[in-house]
């Protein structure tokens, strides 16, 4: 093997590196048009695992179906041709999560929140002074987009959206709802269509 052969079989593996780093940054860089202009996300704060990403995925399920894998803490979003798009997602704790099949019923960009009459029951200190409401803007923990979650034409009360509280993606801390990196959710939501089939996976994958 010539020696420039072997340099640059060598350095491979480092220029692949910065490719893949390049085009993480590219994915997390500040989005300045949004009605709300998001900061760019430094890369060390995020997880490598948990960083959006083209993957290899074969799944029974077709192509636009969103697949919730709760225990993985993953949510893909299939294209075919056993390929997905693949988000880092933070889930709700044991006992707060929607199961199964649902659909996509409603999309809404930097949406209000109002607590649900059960989270206010659960924890009326933390949630009642939000009783009335919170705009849509940085501070709402919807972040920038969410979608609803329907099951027979009606509201689950269980959300995929963004958050104002990144360092959640990755843990089970929610009440049910599937939170993503507002980066991630902008992204997710621009290839979603309300009528769009979502299913959750608690226990065994069945994909």
Known sequence: MSLSRRGFLLGLPVFLAGCATNNDQAKYAAIPEERFPLDKVPLEKIKPELRRTE????TKHPAGTIV??????RLYYVL???RA???????GRNGYSLAGWAHVGRKAEWPSWTPSPNMLRRDPKKNMKYAGGVPGGPNNPLGARAMYL?????????????TNQPQSIGLAMSSG???????DVIDLYSRVSVG????????????
């Open 177 to 183: 709802c599937v939170r993503m990196m507002n980066h």
């Open 80 to 82: 075919g041709n056993g």
């Open 68 to 73: 919730v894998d709760t225990p993985a803490r």
């Open 85 to 91: 798009m693949r988000y880092g997602i933070g889930v």
């Open 150 to 162: 329907y099951q027979g034409g009606r509201d689950t009360m269980f959300r995929i959206h963004g």
């Open 196 to 207: 769009d089939r979502v299913y959750v996976i608690q226990g065994v994958r069945d994909v």
């Open 55 to 58: 993957v290899a995925y074969e």
